[in-house]
């Protein structure tokens, strides 16, 4: 899934999500995230969930996040175009009270990105966001269905999108009119930035020791899955899964460490470990009194990911 936020960001995520969710219910936050940090998000399902097929298992999570970093890397087939605020605003329409396609009233894309951005905040809270009454994209695709939520409504609209952007008929606002390689990716290793969250920091720290990109950034990162079930584990054995904490140290991209001092899943303690192996760590983020699973409440999360993004990046 491509998330074109900001259209002329110089940085696209490779966001790798959390254990018990997957891209349905990633969306919403992945707009809201990357319309406030000024960055494009991709993202993908392991192996097992959300519509993936496969099992998940530690070496199927590699070979995710491997496909995921080529597909990124890759210019598309002629014909394809990302998913992004200039196909919604042409295909889409929004009701509210009385149907008003966006083709026709444009003005009415940012209205929307500011739906999002709360649907996005209400998420993070816990709380019920607003919904989306009605999205119909082209007369080929399905509606979706009134009463859904914003976030079950946009990932089944972007589906749509994406199902028709690959038989031709949808086109991007910044694709070539041309028709000629229209619709790509292509974004450069130096472009990209590696998001790894809890079990997602596992492929992504496996993924950067392997290849250089802009930065790497680990939310709630673990050293090993046998350290995360016996802490006082001291060494790596030989059937310890997920051994980020021997990985970590061949990483040559800058590296952003966040975690929660109250962290009740995977202690604080692997983000201080993490962060020490780390041969270019930045200033890591400690939130004080955050558990696992509510960082982004905090507004010091947002603050760290800005200032690494727009001002230490573009400097180092």
């Given at each position: ?183 790509r990716y292509g974004v450069s290793p130096e472009n990209i930035i590696l998001y790894g969250q809890s079990i997602g920091t596992v492929p992504t720290v496996d993924l950067a020791s392997r290849y250089e990109c802009a930065a790497v950034i680990l939310h709630s990162p673990l050293m090993s899955g046998l350290r995360v079930a016996f802490p006082d584990t001291r060494k790596t054995y030989c059937f310890d899964a997920f051994p980020s904490i021997d990985k970590i140290s061949k990483v040559t991209s800058p590296v952003l460490v966040i ?58």
């Open positions: 899934m491509f998330a074109r936020c900001a259209p002329p960001s110089r940085y696209t995520l490779l966001f790798s999500h959390g254990n018990a969710v997957d891209l349905g219910q990633m969306c919403s936050f992945y707009i809201g995230l990357g319309s406030r940090i000024n960055c494009n998000i991709f993202s993908y399902d392991y192996s097992g969930y959300g519509v993936s097929s496969g099992k998940p298992s530690e070496k199927n999570l590699y070979a995710d996040i491997d496909a995921a970093w080529q597909a990124l890397r890759t210019r598309e087939r002629k014909g394809f175009a990302p998913c992004g605020w200039g196909t919604l605003t042409v295909y889409a329409q929004l009701m509210l009270g009385e149907p008003r396609p966006w083709k026709d009233a444009p003005e009415q894309a940012p209205a929307v990105k500011e739906l999002v951005c709360r649907e996005h905040d209400a998420l993070v809270r816990g709380e019920q966001g607003p919904s989306l009454s009605r999205a119909v994209v082209h007369k080929q695709a399905k509606p979706v269905l009134p009463g859904k939520s914003l976030r079950s409504g946009l990932t089944r609209l972007l589906c749509d999108l994406e199902r028709l952007s690959r038989q031709g008929t949808v086109t991007d606002s910044d694709s070539d009119s041309s028709g000629e390689g229209g619709g975690h929660g001092t109250e962290d009740e899943v995977i202690d604080f303690s692997h983000g201080l470990a993490m962060y020490e192996r780390c041969p270019r760590a930045v200033e890591p983020l400690w939130v004080e009194g955050a558990g696992h699973n509510d960082i982004e409440l905090y507004a010091q999360y947002l603050e760290r990911l800005k200032q690494f993004i727009s001002h230490e990046l573009p400097n180092s």
